[in-house]
């Protein structure tokens, strides 16, 4: 049975009473009317005619649809669930950074510039982290130098997400994880090709104290590692390669 505080425990039984409803049914319907963020419920109880819906201040269906009686008592009881949601603590806190809770990420991730959910994934962004949770399960990534500007759930299959940034449309299975099991392995996204899983990185080579690039400033070093990662995100298709050559062009005209 669901846990209820003290409070969520007096209101079911008094329902229950009122309405001659099972408690079980009550707290069928606190769930639903919970679960729609009080203003909306979809519940399947027998004691009230199976399967059915209702929206705050407008339609209530029931299984027996021209049962009005039934229909009046399912749109007063949901309102009257809704608006004890609204004033009392019925369910117990769920401590952030728990399951279940709607501060599920990790703690020490602060709080998120944007989150939202789609089908059974929900997700916060953070500087420089991206958190998925996917069945109580959660995974948090490394954003690298991506600027996210929104997260997308492709059609077809429920680990296909993608985010946007500077440099395009891009696979989250393509980032590094910091914690968590991920969410499956790469999938076609909307790329102009299909996404390859990420080749191990491998470091560039020493340079001697003769090399001329070695010799020079450490700034040398940096734009050869940014074009490396360029050529990484080219080799996942997150950019093309004419992206990609005109950025070297550039980068290799400051040497």
Known sequence: MQNLTPAGQNLVANVAQRYNLSQDAV???????NNG?????QFNCPELGGSGQWMRGGMTMVGDMFNYGLKATVDN????????LASIQIFPIIPAGTPGSSQWWPGNLGSPFSSGSQNNIRYAIFPHRLAVERFGQVTVYDTLDHRIGGISQQQGGDTSLTFSSQYGTVSVNSLP????SGL???????????????????????MSGNNPVDSGSGQNHDILGLIEKLAHLRDLGAI???EFNSKKVDLLSRL
């Open 27 to 33: 707290i069928h319907m606190l769930i639903a009317v």
């Open 37 to 41: 963020n009080g203003t909306m419920a």
């Open 77 to 84: 009881l949901c309102n009257e669930l809704a608006s004890a």
């Open 177 to 180: 994880i910091i914690s968590g």
């Open 184 to 206: 499956g392995q790469p999938v076609v996204t909307n790329f102009a090709a299909p996404a390859r899983s990420p080749e191990p990185y491998t470091p560039p080579p020493q």
């Open 240 to 242: 093309s390669e004419d």
